[in-house]
């Protein structure tokens, strides 16, 4: 019989929970003994140390062939507000990043139906020219397949030419949920959530370290939640590729999903990242991703097993046009002031968790 001793128990001992254990907690609203057990298997993997990074987001375009019901973000070719950056603005953004002590830039787009292939790798091979000190954490599993399908190249070819032109790691995104039930409600578009997991795992294999993401509070159920939590587990024993598992928190103003809901709950939030936490033993970071959640709950998360709070973004656009009303940006100094206020230390970091500095 399950229980909270027993699971406690587990915790305690560093043994791994079950689906099923996992589940009773989601159940549970014992917020605070769940945190404590979050709390406890992080510091025996992080200590006190929380991470954040000096980073800037670009998004190329929001142009895309797919148009996800939850996505706020996307346009169509022609339509108001859609928008494709040229490579220069696209190197001048880069450029200034570099130049204000960003260590990484975060590009994610939309699937645009005129742009080939050679126009990505342009992209990552300019980059690396203009700002050469930047590691660039590009496209998501997605967009790969998208760059298979465009270029005819198989996955493993594709890799093997962005990582020439210059790409150094891979984000989390397009996952959502990946239990497939759920992801023919909320983006039938994309790729199946088995096709997700094997372009990770190939780009696990080809050398790549990748994130993982979880858009949650929409229209699945703790069950899928744990589900998907389980796949990715499973994935990490293989390969090891996975950093940090960063769930989403659905911001529903703005979306085309139409759902009696106004977004996700604090309550909600830290449970959901306190058990991602506990049930993701073989991931050493839990990212709260604070553009999506606040800064007052990303805050808060820290003393319920999360140890990283992304970076300093600048200019973030997927999640705003959802509907976040988060700042776009944070200072390098703003984010060093709420880690300290929580009673942890902050590490700055670059993309592949090497630590920079201590504050």
């Known amino acids: 019989m399950t229980t909270f001793e027993t ?53 190329p375009t929001n142009v895309c062939v797919n148009r996800c019901a939850f996505c706020a973000f996307s346009r169509t070719a022609g339509e108001d507000g859609a928008y494709t950056l040229a490579l220069d603005e696209i190197c001048r953004r880069a450029r200034e990043a570099e130049g204000e002590g960003a260590t990484e830039v975060h590009i994610v787009g939309g699937l645009h139906p005129d742009l080939a292939f050679e126009f990505y790798e342009e992209t990552l091979m300019a980059i690396r020219h203009t700002a050469p000190k930047l590691h ?57 959530g088995a096709r997700w997991l094997e372009i990770i795992r190939l780009a696990h294999l080809a050398g790549l370290k990748t994130n993982a993401t979880m858009l949650y509070g929409h229209v699945e159920t703790a069950s899928d939640r744990i589900a998907h939590m389980e796949m990715l587990r499973v994935l990490q024993d293989e ?45 050493d970071h839990i990212k709260a991703y604070w553009i999506m959640l606040g800064e007052k709950i ?7 097993g999360v140890n990283d709070l992304d970076g300093t973004v600048v200019e973030e656009k997927i999640g705003h046009d959802a509907g976040a009303k988060t700042p776009q940006a ?20 670059d993309t592949l968790y090497h630590p920079i500095c201590s504050y």
């Open 7 to 59: 699971i406690s128990a587990n915790v305690s001992a560093g043994r791994r929970i079950a689906p099923d254990e996992a589940l009773f907690l989601f159940n549970s609203n014992d917020l605070l003994a769940i945190g404590e057990l979050a709390a406890m298997a992080n510091e025996r993997k992080n200590g006190l140390n929380v991470f954040f990074n000096v980073n800037r987001h670009i998004n």
């Open 136 to 192: 660039i954490k590009a496209f998501t599993a997605v967009e790969i397949e998208y760059f298979s399908r465009i270029s005819g190249l198989p996955i493993e070819q594709v890799l093997e030419r962005l990582i020439s032109a210059g790409l150094g790691s891979m984000p989390g995104g397009g996952a959502e949920i990946l239990v497939e039930e759920v992801r023919q409600k909320i983006c039938p578009e994309k790729i199946s």
């Open 239 to 283: 390969t090891g590729g996975f950093q940090a598992f960063i769930p989403l928190a659905f911001q529903a103003e703005n979306s085309d999903l139409k759902l009696d809901i106004t977004g996700t709950s604090g309550l909600d939030d830290l449970k959901t990242l306190a058990i991602a936490r506990i049930f993701l033993d073989n991931f």
């Open 298 to 304: 990303a805050q808060v998360s820290l003393a319920f």
């Open 330 to 349: 944070q200072t390098k100094e703003g984010i060093i002031r709420l880690i300290r206020k929580a009673g942890k230390i902050p590490v700055e970091r």
